[in-house]
């Protein structure tokens, strides 16, 4: 692992982003700086293929590949597999390209290149938590998978989860630390995590880019990354024992919401049968068009001094991403998805809340949503109050009641308050929209387990604190485990594995989830109890839930 320079910034620029940066160094900006794949020859393929298990070599559409071992011998990891060709020189803002073919066998026993974003600030909470102060290189050659399975053959048709990694779509990567998905793999199911194009280089929009793709579409390079991983694992998954026709999308954060923009995507259709949504939810906002998107991008390359797409091609890396350069502005210049007409037709907030979806759902939200925040970037009565009336108009007063803010303290414990109820309580509006269709099953989770340390009562269940528990991962954290979070994590990674099975996370020696009825409105609480149970702060919820069903328009 490469450890790279770190910038420290502001705590409260830290608290807006969630993942915070200031700064952004490069070896190479326009080229791919991976080293070409390490390849054994046809003939120490030949002389040692006695000896090699089923899986030890398998065959995608580009070439042989060779996995490595986990830390439980079981468990069979392929890393860094190339799913598009690198999106460099010519290729950057163009959809993505089928990978090179390579000759012989290619080791897939390293992580490939995180996406080009800016470095983390190791003071700031989710760089503690995560450890992301080590990890792959920055590279616009980032567009590689990583696959975990257990299979001994490539018969075997095991479901597979294919997770998306969150970080406002400016940050992250599928090989963070948490997302070690060892014991999740060893429950039958197939695991994929992917990287994919962020920020500047994932989604910026212009006109000429519209004019040249073919789609009449710019800007949405992230998410057409997505899809080309998701038609990667059905034409290749088969060779891992994975099958292509069970295959469960999940992301948290930014990555729920590309969960979200895939199900309302066209292009996306017949990829996966189900969806795991955590910690995000539709919008109340508009989302930008195309058209709009594309007057930011022209304002965007007049100061970048580039006459033209090629000249902004041209360019390297450093000139989008200059020293001093933070994720504020990056947010501010609207690097997230549109609807183009191609790759979204639509707002997804009318897909999932007017007209539903056609696959199973498993959705949730965590009690302290605005925990970090609350920390990192605290509000004052005076301007909570201020919003509350902008927002909340005639209804005001009411809201105050709910979320007082008699001094600065006690606002920022309501905001806090307001971010986890409006995530809870969109994402139960998804569950009974989508229940009462009666196309589909909705299962809805509130996960309340504050995570052990000294930092408990501060941060309580925070905003990403659940990932640990999916994937099973806690070995990997210098967290104070104790028995009841090995429980939980037991529990809910078997819960996940069910779902990708069955589309239905119950299972022999778990405890009942039903499914979500509108008449009996029970979630799923995943913490030191597990088990369904009726809303808690019900007229506090029932507010929010008749402001957002007026913001949604839902009939």
Known sequence: MKKRRNIIISPLLAGILLFSATAFSSNNSNQSNL????????????DRAVKVKMLDIVKVESGLLSGVTGKDPSVKIFKGIPYAAPPVGDLRWKAPQPPAKWDGVRRADAFGNWSIQTEFDPNFFFTQEFNYTTHEPFSEDSLYLNVYTTAKSADEKQPVLFWIHGGAMLSGSGAEKEFDAEKLAKKGIIVVTINYRLGIFGFFAHPELTKESGGNSSGNYGLLDQIAALKWVKNNITAFGGDPDKVTIDGQSAGGGSVINLLASPLAKGLYRGAIIQSAAPRTTPMMLLKDKEQVGIKLAEKWGAKSING????????????????????????????????????????????????SLM?????GEGAVSAVLAPVKAENFIKSAKAKYGAAADEFLKFYPAGSDEEANRSNAALSSDESFATLRLVAAVNSNLGRVKVYQYYFDRNLPGKDSEIYGAFHSSELWYVFNSLVNSKRPWEDADYKLAEAMSSYWANFVKNGDPNGQGLANWPAYDSKTDMQMELGTVIGARTIADKDRITFITKYLTKAFNIK
Not at 319 to 347: C, R, W
Not at 363 to 367: A, E, K, P, Q, V
Request: hydrophobic fraction near 35%.
């Open 363 to 367: 959705i949730g939200s965590t009690s």
């Open 312 to 359: 902004l091609r041209a360019l390297p890396v450093e000139k989008f991403y200059p020293k001093g350069l933070n994720g504020l502005q990056l947010m501010g210049a609207g690097y997230s998805p549109n609807i183009d007409g191609y790759v979204l037709t639509e707002n997804p907030a009318k897909t999932l809340l007017e007209k539903g979806v056609d696959v």
């Open 35 to 46: 080293a070409p794949p390490s390849v054994e020859s046809t003939a120490s393929r030949a």
